[in-house]
């Protein structure tokens, strides 16, 4: 035998050694042991940093394994504690992220003790982070989701004592006191002294002047911003940042503070980047909610963008790709705009309560809208410069666009009390995040995005309708990222950011609105089982920031010759129309009477 076959046996059993001991360290894993090491972790005191990152990956490994175990919610707070502990002990802003990033995961995935735990120790770390903003939002949310608990006793202690830093008086945080045992079942060991944040000067206004930050050389790849926009009503705004390409951001929520005659705002802080020229300082809005939006460089390659409001209760901000740009929802109702929404978490999909879309047992709230349904937008997908998919000498611009005036023409004649509005009524290119605005701006009780789907084997035949959800299904997120003009990443981003954009009431009714549309659209067009592709989620820039019920409708295949061929006919599009206007009419019935 050759020496080297005997050295290739020899590696061969060594590998197969440390993969049953691999396997033999994962399967010893379990829940209770891993429990019994960290407690026994938190006795040594200072530990080696890589134990608290040792543990908190197996935590999670635990956690990911079976995002539905009855113990998940459990592993997973574990393994933002140990990577809490670590912080604690060594202050690496990797741990603090790392953490946060499990806590967030918990609280927008779970509803029991354990997610309210979370919110609590996410704001311990804020605090420990000195970013008391978003610690008292936080604290807010969890009061709002969790009332009548201890996690709500020990939130209303948390915000005494920062309205007390508020006030001047530093305070001694001592997670003990903070958070009772009772309530996380773990003790902290070192208190942490907060020293009060300043209270006269403007921490939104960038203490840089414009003329010092131009004369600082700007690397090159820096993001520009190159626009502001915004999108305004009474009770909702959309202000969005044009960028040279995407950009790490922060965001922090002010409270008012009378003695630097200063109001309420909310900043978002854009990492490298500086601001072409032609881009107003000072925007004003004057909506009655927002009154401004403001920049200024904060320190070199880094600009602030702030919004002054006397009555934002709720804001969220995210960010999209092709192209690139900043979007902030920002509402004076509470929950509409998901306030504190952090920087996107990617997570296995924990439990979701999909409710089935055509039981009318799923909404405790017989009619959502009070009498009935006044207000539709209609939302012809693509336009203009963007053709959408484009097979057989058609593009699914011109489809959608008909089928939208067809069913807006449906919906007046049966209802002409209701306002159907269309987000273009030509070939015109309308941004993404301009479209939800145009709806939320209108107070529309519907929205209802329409599209011609497409696959690269030509084979798929049908229609389908989707709610704005996380998923794992490969076939929507292909249609998602279609549709978004936007890469995996992306999605993979807008996937952690939905996990509490979302209220669970509006995933309800949109589920339950899709279900309908589907239902008759499957009817009125006579489709086989194999072609109801059904309802399904997937994370749609479009839909998010509704503040109604909202869907998008794929109203067949135009990479099929079958479905081509009846798309290119008004007869079909007419046919399409009317499955999506009975499935209107169905949910409006089913939840008004």
């Given at each position: 035998m050759k020496e080297t076959t005997i050295k290739q046996i020899f590696a061969a059993f060594f590998i197969f050694i440390f993969a049953i001991a691999t396997y033999a360290d994962a399967q010893s894993d379990s829940y209770e042991s891993l429990r019994a090491?960290?407690?026994?972790?938190?006795?040594?005191?200072?530990?080696?940093?890589?134990?608290?990152?040792?543990?908190?990956?197996?935590?999670?490994?635990?956690?990911?394994?079976?995002?539905?175990?009855?113990?998940?919610?459990?592993?997973?707070?574990?393994?933002?504690?140990?990577?809490?502990?670590?912080?604690?002990?060594?202050?690496?802003?990797?741990?603090?992220?790392?953490?946060?990033?499990?806590?967030?995961?918990?609280?927008?995935?779970?509803?029991g003790s354990t997610a309210a735990d979370a919110y609590l120790e996410s704001a311990e770390l804020y605090i420990l982070k000195r970013d008391l903003p978003s610690a008292r939002l936080n604290l807010e949310r969890l009061k709002q989701k969790f009332p009548g608990t201890l996690q709500e006793v020990a939130a209303n202690q948390m915000l005494a004592d920062l309205q007390r830093m508020d006030r001047g008086g530093a305070t001694v945080v001592n997670n003990s006191y903070v958070t009772p045992p009772e309530v996380l079942g773990v003790v902290s060991d070192t208190p942490v002294v907060i020293e009060p944040p300043s209270g006269t000067m403007d921490i939104a206004a960038a203490p840089m002047t414009l003329a010092a930050a131009q004369n600082v050389d700007i690397p090159a790849g820096t993001a520009a911003i190159k626009a502001i926009r915004f999108f305004s009503a009474e009770e909702y705004t959309r202000v969005v940042i044009d960028l040279s390409k995407n950009a790490e951001f922060n965001k922090h929520w002010l409270k008012e503070n009378p003695e630097i005659n200063m109001p309420p705002r909310l900043y978002v802080e854009i990492n490298d980047s500086t601001v072409e020229n032609g881009v107003p300082q000072n925007i004003p809005i004057k909506d009655g909610l927002v009154n401004s939006v403001r920049w200024a460089y904060n320190r070199p390659g880094v600009t602030r963008v702030v919004l002054d409001s006397q009555s934002i209760e709720s804001f969220t901000v995210f960010q999209m790709s092709n192209p690139a740009r900043i979007v902030i929802d920002v509402s004076n109702v509470m929950g509409i705009g998901g306030a504190d929404i952090d920087e996107p978490v990617v997570t296995p999909q924990p439990p979701v309560v999909n409710p089935d879309p055509i039981n009318p047992n799923t909404t405790v709230n017989p009619c959502l809208f009070g009498l009935t349904v006044k207000t539709i937008v209609l939302d012809p997908g693509h336009g203009g410069k963007d053709p959408g998919c484009n097979y057989f000498g058609m593009k699914e611009k011109d489809i959608v666009l008909e089928v939208a005036r067809e069913l807006r023409a449906l919906i007046k004649k049966t209802n002409p009390n209701i306002k159907v509005i269309l987000t273009r009524e030509t070939d015109v290119f309308i941004p993404l995040e301009e479209r939800t605005a145009i709806a939320n701006k209108n107070k529309a009780d519907l929205f209802i995005s329409i599209h011609v789907n497409a696959t690269k084997n030509g084979q798929a035949s049908g229609v389908e309708t989707y709610f704005l959800n996380t998923t794992n299904d490969k076939s929507a997120l292909e249609v998602a990222a279609f549709e978004n003009q936007a890469s995996s990443k992306a999605i993979s981003d807008l996937q952690g950011i939905l996990v509490d954009l979302m209220s669970n009431s509006k995933r309800k009714e949109s589920a339950k609105l899709a279900g309908f549309a589907q239902s008759q659209m499957a009817a009125d067009m006579k489709l086989s089982a194999k072609q109801n592709h059904g309802v399904k989620s997937a994370p749609f820039y479009v839909l998010v920031g509704a503040t109604m019920p909202a869907v998008l409708v794929e109203t067949g295949f135009l990479s099929n010759k079958a479905d081509a061929d009846k798309l290119k006919t008004s007869a079909h599009r007419k046919l399409i129309a009317k499955g999506i206007h009975d499935g209107i009419f169905d949910y409006i019935k089913n939840i008004c009477g």
């Open positions: 090491q960290y407690d026994q972790l938190r006795l040594e005191g200072k530990a080696v940093r890589n134990k608290y990152m040792n543990i908190g990956n197996r935590f999670y490994k635990l956690y990911t394994a079976a995002p539905n175990a009855d113990y998940a919610d459990s592993a997973l707070a574990f393994a933002g504690r140990a990577y809490k502990l670590s912080y604690e002990h060594y202050l690496q802003d990797a741990d603090y992220d790392i953490a946060q990033k499990y806590f967030r995961t918990l609280y927008s995935n779970y509803t």
